[in-house]
């Protein structure tokens, strides 16, 4: 008791404002409006998984503690405390940080149309398809000092320093691909590349400028290798044949992107 005569019970106090907040934090209304607010803001609105989290930046390593301290339940606080980074990591980008310190080309590859001829031709002859691609392709890639950073069901992805390095191994890859033949069957590649400063994790890599190489790569057709305009300013004069592609539209991109085919002559 105090001297006044008030009875004091702040841990009590304290206790009970905690739960009460506690309670209020995890009220499914306050969620799902916490959640809500977070798609109206600009950046990844899905921020906080462990793909996103990993790295040890400064708003990476912050997400990891939120994480971490939020994740047994539901809580509106990690929702906006994820929302907040979510927009500084937005501003970031918008303002050319967040991106890595090294530039690199970046080149995805695949087979077209290779999972409809699989379902045809069986597990053992799609296996034998992808083995062989990958015995022609890696050395290529590799000689060209490029490195494979992942695979990708029947593609890659492979940095380079040079983009000339990347274009020039692509067009080997795909003219190399169109000589091999599987029960008959002959698989066309198509490669996307792109330049820019795409931001590392661990062994991976991600980013804006990762996305850009992928939907362009998505873009190109049969023995077709696309390249963004990044690519041409850094090949300059090239031997090659360059032609823009002028119906170039692809989700994710920004809209003034320039592409350009260096597809193979047959």
């Given at each position: 008791?105090?001297?006044?005569g ?22 499914e ?14 950046g990844?609105?899905?921020?906080g998984?462990p793909l996103?989290?990993?790295?040890d ?7 990891q503690?939120?994480a ?15 929302g ?5 990591q ?16 970046i ?14 031709a069986?597990d ?12 022609t392709?890696d050395?290529?890639?590799k ?10 069901g ?13 274009l ?12 091999i033949?599987?029960d008959g069957?002959?698989?066309?590649l198509?490669?996307?590349?792109h330049?820019?400063r ?11 400028d990762?996305?850009?190489a ?9 023995g077709e ?6 690519v ?7 031997e ?5 592609r ?5 989700k ?15």
């Open positions: 008791m105090a001297p006044d008030e009875i004091t019970d702040a841990p009590g106090r304290f206790r009970r404002a905690f739960n009460a907040l506690t309670r209020f934090d995890g009220r209304g306050v969620v799902r409006a916490a959640r809500m607010l977070r798609t109206r803001l600009p990844d609105h899905a921020y998984d996103s989290v990993a790295g930046e400064p708003p990476q390593l912050i997400a503690r939120l971490a301290a939020t994740d047994r339940r539901p809580s509106a606080v990690r929702e906006l405390g994820f907040a980074i979510q927009v500084w937005a501003v970031s980008e918008a303002q050319g940080r967040g991106r890595g310190d090294e530039p690199l080309a080149l995805f590859t695949d087979l077209v149309g290779f999972s409809d001829w699989a379902l045809d069986g053992d002859a799609a296996l034998e398809l992808l083995r062989t691609v990958g015995r392709v050395p290529l890639i000689d060209r000092d490029g490195h494979i950073v992942k695979r990708l029947d593609g890659v992805m492979a940095v380079f320093d040079d983009a000339g390095e990347a020039d191994a692509a067009l080997e890859a795909s003219r190399a691909v169109q000589q033949q599987i069957y002959s698989p066309e198509r490669g996307g590349i330049f820019g795409p931001r590392k994790l661990g062994n991976d890599y991600f980013g804006v990762v996305n850009v992928a939907r362009v790569a998505d873009a190109a057709g049969p290798v696309l390249i963004s305009e990044a041409c300013e850094q090949i300059g004069d090239s090659l044949d360059v032609r823009r002028w119906r170039f539209r692809a994710g991109t920004p809209s003034d992107l320039k592409v350009f085919s260096a597809k193979l002559e047959s």
